[in-house]
Structure formats: C-alpha cells, structure tokens
C-alpha cells in the first residue's frame, strides 16, 4: 500500500526536524516498521502493508505537530515503541516530579508499574533489557525524596560480573565496586543532576552500595531499589526484603533471561516470583519486548533470543 501525505502549510524548519539530519528520523522509521518513505519538500510518500503504513503516517503527523524545536531521537523510539500521545491511567498520566519535566510512562506496562510503585510497598519491575525497569524506580526514588515522603534514597545491585572475569580490580573499596553500580549514578545523573546528586551524598540522602551491604541494616523511612535482582541468591533477596522498615519502599527489577549466576545456583528473583507472588501488598509487574524503548533493533533481538530459548536450542 502507498500512502501520500502533504504538510501544509509548509515550513522548512519543521519539516528539517521532523526528517532529522540526514533524514536519521525517516530511516528509523523505516526500520522500526518496515515501510519505505520518500519524500521531496512538504510531500511524503509511504509505502509498506496497510497497517505499517498508517502508523508510519500517524508517527510522522505528531512529529510534526512537535517539530517546532528540534527533536531528539528518543522521542522517535518513544513513538515506535507506543507513544504517539500521553500513556493515561485510571486516574490520569502520572506527574513524576524530576529534572526530566516530560518524564511519563511510555507504554501501558510502564503506566502499571508507575501506579504499582506508588501503590505497594514492595514492586517487582520483571522484564528485558531497555523497558525502564530501573530508569522509572529511579524515578519515583527522587520524586518521593523531592517531595519530602522519604529521607533518603538507597540503591543496590549484586556485584555479579556478566559473564567474565574481571580479575583483581585496583583502588580503595568504592573504587572496586563503582563499575558494577554506574548504570544506577547514570540515571540519577540524568534525573537530578550532578550537583544535585553530589549534595544528596554529602547529607546523606543518597546512598549507593553493593547487596552484601545490606546484611544487618534496618531501612525506615527509605526508598530502596534492588537493580539486577536476576544475580541474588533467594538468600539474599530474602535478606534485602527484609531490611524494609517502617516508612519505606522497596522496588526490586530483574531480567530473568540474564542470569549470570554459576550454573545450576537458582535466581533469587526466580525463586521470589514463585514465593511472593499471592502476598498481599506486593505488586508483580511483568515487561515484554513490547515495552522497550530504546532502538527498535533491541525489541527484535530479544524476540529472537526468546523464541530461541522457547524452541529448545538455548538452555540454562
């Protein structure tokens, strides 16, 4: 099917953003939905089977309607990837109080996983790589820490190397554990600010530390995230659950597809799924390569390794 479409009236630098340099924004089109798009000036021609088609045009109408400042490849996955308007829940689309004002959910899954976090005291964020897991609990974290609910924020991760061994790591104790917890300062960074981020240290409203840390503290009044859970040991995910106090949250976010345990040890998140699962007070939200928003090459290749692990010829 070949759809033609004419922006009028036209506007060179809309239509400058609306392509991207290059036309990077066209051709990311073209491989998120398998359509063909040529265009020349205002005039747009699509072309691919009807319903690629439609949402290729639909996409690029609300690119439009933003295109009056430059626009940012993200936004582009976004919109692949669900977003062509405000994702609304039952009671509206949820503010989150952050650097990144335009902060929302994405897709409906990362809607429910927002209303779970603010819902229950403990929320599983279980799903692949590049759905917000960690991004959107970091989130809430700060919000909560913005608007004086928590006293501090705590995030922690196994330190559980992916596969390779790193050897002998040089430096005092920080320094050894950094590289493993760098994802989690990344969206801190990005949602606070660095100055910002450097205070809520210094008066202790921030704190990132390896799992094993945990062992023997008592967490009130916190916002606790345990990222990687995939890498716990059902131990260890019943010790961090265990430290939440009086005051606090917990959001626990794995990926069941990427242990990195040794083989034949069982994932404490695994295990946890099976053990919490009818707790009252506990919410399980489960993603899906339909909720990441990153480039849509990652949604397919996790297909792929899905349907793989699925037909027998990839076992753990």
Same mark, same amino acid.
């Not at 239509?15 to 063909?36: N, T």
């Not at 596969?163 to 960074?189: C, I, N, S, T």
């Not at 210094?202 to 008592?218: C, K, Q, S, V, Y």
């Given at each position: 099917?070949?759809?033609?479409?004419?922006?009028?009236?036209?506007? !060179?630098?809309?239509?400058?953003? /609306?392509?991207? %340099?290059?036309?990077?924004?066209?051709?990311?089109?073209?491989?998120?939905? @398998?359509?063909?798009?040529?265009?020349?000036?205002?005039?747009?021609?699509?072309?691919?089977?009807?319903?690629? *088609?439609? @949402?290729?045009?639909?996409?690029?109408?609300?690119?439009?309607?933003?295109? %009056?400042?430059?626009?940012?490849?993200?936004?582009?996955?976004?919109?692949?990837?669900?977003?062509?308007?405000?994702?609304?829940? &039952?009671?509206? %689309?949820?503010?989150?109080?952050?650097?990144?004002?335009?902060?929302?959910?994405?897709?409906?899954?990362?809607?429910?996983?927002?209303?779970?976090?603010?819902?229950?005291?403990?929320?599983?964020?279980?799903?692949?790589?590049?759905?917000?897991?960690?991004?959107?609990?970091? *989130?809430? %974290?700060?919000?909560?820490?913005?608007?004086?609910?928590?006293?501090?924020?705590?995030?922690?991760?196994?330190?559980?190397?992916?596969?390779?061994?790193?050897?002998? /790591?040089? #430096?005092?104790?920080? @320094?050894?554990?950094?590289?493993?917890?760098?994802?989690?300062?990344?969206?801190?960074?990005?949602?606070? &600010?660095?100055?910002?981020?450097?205070?809520?240290?210094?008066?202790?409203?921030?704190?990132?530390?390896?799992?094993?840390?945990?062992?023997? +503290?008592?967490? !009130? !009044?916190?916002?606790?995230?345990?990222?990687?859970?995939?890498?716990?040991?059902?131990?260890?995910? $019943?010790?961090? /659950?265990?430290?939440? &106090?009086?005051?606090? $949250?917990?959001?626990?976010?794995?990926?069941?597809?990427?242990?990195?345990?040794?083989?034949?040890?069982?994932? #404490?998140?695994?295990?946890?799924?099976?053990?919490?699962? +009818?707790?009252?007070?506990?919410?399980?939200?489960?993603?899906?390569?339909?909720?990441?928003?990153?480039?849509?090459?990652?949604?397919?290749?996790?297909?792929?390794?899905?349907? @793989?692990?699925?037909?027998?010829?990839?076992?753990?």
């Amino acid at each position: 099917m070949i759809l033609r479409h004419t922006f009028s009236p036209p506007n !060179n630098t809309r239509l400058g953003h /609306l392509c991207g %340099a290059m036309d990077e924004h066209l051709r990311s089109i073209e491989l998120g939905l @398998q359509v063909k798009i040529a265009h020349r000036h205002e005039q747009f021609k699509i072309e691919g089977p009807k319903a690629k *088609a439609s @949402q290729a045009l639909e996409i690029l109408q609300a690119l439009y309607e933003r295109a %009056a400042k430059p626009i940012g490849a993200d936004q582009v996955q976004w919109m692949l990837a669900g977003e062509v308007g405000v994702v609304e829940t &039952g009671t509206g %689309a949820m503010q989150l109080l952050t650097r990144r004002t335009h902060l929302q959910a994405r897709t409906p899954t990362q809607s429910v996983y927002l209303e779970n976090m603010a819902q229950h005291d403990i929320t599983f964020g279980i799903g692949p790589a590049g759905t917000g897991k960690t991004y959107l609990a970091v *989130a809430c %974290a700060v919000d909560a820490l913005e608007r004086s609910a928590v006293q501090r924020i705590v995030l922690t991760r196994p330190a559980v190397e992916a596969g390779e061994k790193l050897g002998f /790591l040089p #430096g005092d104790l920080g @320094q050894k554990v950094d590289p493993y917890l760098r994802p989690l300062y990344d969206a801190l960074y990005d949602l606070m &600010g660095f100055e910002r981020v450097q205070k809520a240290f210094e008066r202790n409203a921030l704190e990132i530390a390896p799992l094993a840390f945990m062992r023997g +503290r008592t967490l !009130n !009044n916190a916002f606790v995230i345990l990222d990687e859970a995939q890498n716990t040991t059902p131990e260890q995910m $019943k010790m961090f /659950l265990t430290r939440l &106090g009086f005051g606090a $949250k917990a959001v626990v976010t794995g990926d069941v597809s990427q242990i990195d345990l040794p083989k034949g040890h069982l994932s #404490g998140l695994v295990d946890a799924e099976r053990v919490l699962k +009818r707790v009252p007070g506990i919410a399980m939200t489960h993603f899906t390569s339909a909720d990441v928003v990153r480039h849509p090459l990652v949604a397919r290749v996790i297909d792929a390794y899905d349907q @793989q692990r699925q037909s027998g010829k990839v076992t753990r």
